[in-house]
């Protein structure tokens, strides 16, 4: 594809540089607005385009395009190929996706550079082609692209991050390994919001006992320390059963999982041997407990109670994960017995909309950009009043484009997100101001569409 044409030469791709730009009157506009320099970035990603989607893991990849899984190649899938993976690409392609499904989230977690494309983008995608993949913004392009256009890593996440105007922002990792810990650690999380204690499993698949998580529980703490770490117990699902849990009931999205497993005497002795550990690690490390899929604040004093006996002489903050929206609604009552809240959007997004996460078919159904989502997390914010400052976020949605000046606009201020997003949301955090997103999330909630929601946050409507 031809390079354009710029202050009447033409491009070779490379972004223009003092030194670079022989015409005077192109170098005065760019030392007079530096702005311009990123404008013709984005001219560039355009120019040498092979299709732009929705970015969901930030990175850069480089590599053949191909449809089988290859180390050093990048990976064009939908859901079902993805579900099946047991080697990592270097970037991946998806198509048919179901943005909050585990499978997906897996790249998340190992910070797989990844963009979202409809299905006709992937078809005209050509095996085999050289491509570079910017996972930060949606875009998979030409293998000439320059590297001066592609998206930038941001620094670390600064030690007390603010918005613009003063408003202290905490961003928490979510992690499943002591790698991710340690790098979560390096790039300046303020703590460790989530470890996925159900991805911490046995090379053997034997049933987990009090020694493997003294092991697998310690080795995360020890990597994250100093650095607060919440845990979540166990939180079983039906994607997510392990094969120790294979003869567990498959009861669907909105049956037994989470804590409602919690009474199953398999799954039980795994708990037992969870809370024996954190018992053995409390004293030397800080450790919070979160417990997933509550409903009612008398089962959080339940769990309450049994998570102090088993830790004592720790007395660990133990908080409830709210994952549908009748909980969320009675968030002041949780907030009344517990210092932590956690939300857990992934599964309050299927609750709210009555879609299965895990099939793309209705996907659509769970749009990340429709504003009830948004009005109905401006209602929570406004019910949890004061206490709005101990709710953690967690899940897919602060990471998605466009999305968190929403969120910090109506009012939340922590978030637990992968290791892969840190350094870009607070890159964001930086750029914003209370009143700025004030007014954003005002908008977003007031719109009638997905689509108005995408104009207002500066996206393209089509993805």
Known sequence: MANPVVAGRRWDGRMPSLTDAQDSRTR??????????????????VFEELARGLGYVPGIARGRIRRTVHADAILLANHEVLRSLTTWPAGCILTEAAP???ASIALLSRGVPTVILD???????????????????????????HPDALTPEPPPVPRSLQTRDGERVALRV??????????????????????????????????????????????????AAPLSVTIRLLDL???KHPAWAAALPKTGPLGRHGSRLYDDPLVRSVLDAQLAALAELCPRYPVRVLIPNLATAAALARWQRVVSAAA?????????MLETAGAALMVDR???QSALVGIGLNDL?????????????????LDPYAPGVYRFLGQVARIAGAGLERIQLCGILPQLPGVLPVLLGLGYRTFSVDVAHARYLAQTVATRTCAQDRALAEAVTAAGSAREVKGLMGLAADH
């Open 312 to 320: 004592r002489p720790c007395d660990p903050v133990v908080g409830p």
């Open 237 to 239: 699902a039906p994607d």
């Open 334 to 336: 949780f907030l009344a």
């Open 28 to 45: 005065r506009l760019i030392v007079a607005d530096p702005s311009v320099a990123t404008r013709l970035k984005a001219m560039s990603q």
């Open 119 to 145: 299905a006709d983008q992937g078809h005209r995608l050509v095996e085999g082609t050289p491509a570079v993949l910017d996972g930060a913004a949606g875009g998979v392009l030409q293998a000439s692209i």
């Open 174 to 223: 979510s992690v499943r390994t002591a790698k991710a810990a340690c790098c979560a650690r390096e790039q300046g999380a303020a703590a460790v919001g989530l470890v996925r204690s159900e991805f911490l499993l046995p090379a053997d698949d034997r049933v987990p006992d009090k020694g493997f998580y003294v092991q697998a529980f310690g080795d995360i703490l020890a990597a």
């Open 349 to 365: 997004m299927q609750s709210l909309y009555g879609a299965d996460r895990d099939v793309p078919q209705v996907s659509d159904a």
């Open 100 to 102: 909050f499904s585990h």
